[in-house]
């Protein structure tokens, strides 16, 4: 698989999480040396893919975040958005939170084990 069907891969599952039914949490997104937040994915006909993901970075002021939210300009929210080809790394960690906790199990999950994989 060639590094742009990688990229594509990454944007459709996003794309088929965030088109689910159920609760659509926002989706830790990692790669080496750093993390941020998937909050949504757009369809936009202008890029290969056709969609773009929603990309927030906890690097980006929070001002800056704000003041673009305060506009209602489309473009003052163009650096939360990513299209495929945007992704450069290697290697791409995906954690996906699937629904809330019932009571019952809360406090066994306070106990995490690691683990290396897990195949989806």
């Known amino acids: 698989m060639n590094r742009v069907q990688k990229q594509r891969q990454i944007v459709e599952w996003v794309w088929r999480y ?30 290969l893919s056709g969609k773009e993901l929603l990309i927030y970075d906890p690097g980006i002021s929070p001002l800056r975040v704000q003041d673009a939210l305060n506009k209602s300009s489309p473009k003052e929210l163009e650096f ?7 992704l450069k790394h290697t290697q791409y960690q995906i954690v996906a939170i699937r629904g809330v906790l019932q009571d019952e199990f809360y ?9 290396n994989h897990v195949a989806l």
């Open 80 to 86: 939360l958005r990513f299209p495929a080809s945007a």
């Open 18 to 47: 965030f088109t689910s039914d159920g609760p659509r949490i926002p989706l830790y997104f990692q790669h080496q040396g750093h993390s941020r937040t998937i909050i949504g994915i757009l369809e936009n006909s202008t890029t």
């Open 107 to 115: 406090e066994v999950a306070k106990e995490f084990t690691s683990f």
